[in-house]
């Protein structure tokens, strides 16, 4: 059988289940159709790099990748077409998005005559299959987490060792570097630094924290400075790693004694799963609010506070912190990402919507799935999420979980030589102790851009407004 296989956001060998059969079946034509928008965004720059690993290691195993461009269905049955090709296997995805290419596919009568096969996503189970004992998805993350236990995560499957082609000269291909993945400006250098974007770098990168740090992970993750959490998000959104072989791994370490009690790290997995799993039962949540009174919230058009966010430069240490580390490596961490969501929402009442859009341009780790249940979490319009009314206070956040300052001083060079008692408010510290330090507020350093508490008075006004509503009251 001459089969293609698309890649889509599975970027890897191993547990790759549309590439196994196909390899398994015969003939193999591995492609990768690249995204249909204008300017680079930076997990395109890690799908560009995982890209590059991938055309090495099929290479290797005797095959090449063809890259195309276009609606996926059309050049998709193109390429079926031209390549007299018998099948086309690919993984599924659960966003909407690669569901309609999906059945785009599916319906396209061109391909009639060819096999098409859709395999499991990359998730640990089948999202149909947990249901709550009235036949209805789960809505509340404690119980899906509870069923998710009692479930048999099913075995990764193995790369495979060799791969056939049926041809000579392989189709026309567009070279990675006229992909238009990468920008032509030079803005990813402090990302070159940072990752190793594709598989063999997600299996170093897991390696390491297994042995190093998994065994904390529990005690350190809440803890910016402390660089406790795994930092594999980036691979798991470009599918350079298979979540069921991280999954198993973390159960090998937990029966070696490398960290007898990963709990807390297979439950942020699930988090995961848990996201994934919403955006399969109810696709619009990338632009609808899962509570619906939420669609008549009060959100403010304040482009000079949207600005200061996004540059860092609100005046609120922790907050400016996170917007610069995102800008340089292109992630932030989990605590921090809450923390930031959250003032732009609520501090600012600027709508989720336009921060997940922000979040989608500047994370390496953008996984539509868990950015859009993140902002929806952190913006209280999601099932299980924080209350709206609950509103953080960063100043407070940033005491609890910088304490020393460390992450602060990293990420805002300018402030480094506050003493830690002003490091977080640095708007109190008195002019003797900023000069000293060589802070000049409103010229090295911005003033806070809004009060906290008239802030959160103004947020639980625009929430009041709101309670109690239903879609469709006024
Ligand atoms: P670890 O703590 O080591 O966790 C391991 C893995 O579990 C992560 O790599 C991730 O795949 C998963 N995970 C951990 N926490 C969560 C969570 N709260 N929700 C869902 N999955 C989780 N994660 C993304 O992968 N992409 C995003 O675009 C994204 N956007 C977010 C936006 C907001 C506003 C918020 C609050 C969270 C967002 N998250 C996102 C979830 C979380 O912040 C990151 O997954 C985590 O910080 C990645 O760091 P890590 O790999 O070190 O995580």
Redesign the pocket.
Known sequence: MKTIVWFRNDLRLHDHPALKEASECGHVLPVFVLPDHTSPTAADWWVYESLKHLEQQLFELGSALTILKGPASKVLSKLAKETQADALFFNGQVDPVSRKEEVDLLELEALSEVDIQRFPPNMLLDPSSLKTGAGQPYKVFGAFWKSLQQQTIPWPIAAPTTLKSWFQVYPATIPLEQSGLRSSIDWDASLQEEWTPGETGSFEHWANFRDKRLKYYDAK?DFPALNG?????GF??SGNMSIRALWHSVRNAQEEGIAPQPEA?LR??A??EF?YYQLFHFPDITERPLRSEFLQFPWLDDSEGLSAWKKGMTGYPLVDAGMRELWETG????RV??VV?SFLIKHLLIDWRIGAQW?SET?V???VA??T???Q??AGSGFDAAPYFRIFNPTMQSKKFDKQGAYIRRWIPELAALPDVFLHEPHIAPEEVLVEAGVVLGETYPYQIVDHSAARSRALDAYALIKGRKEGQA
Do not use: C, E, K, Y
């Open positions: 993750r959490t795994s930092r594999l998000s798991l959104a790290f942020q997995l988090w995961r996201s992630t932030i961490h989990n990402r809450m969501a979040f994370l780790d953008f996984d868990n950015n249940l993140g902002w979490w952190v």
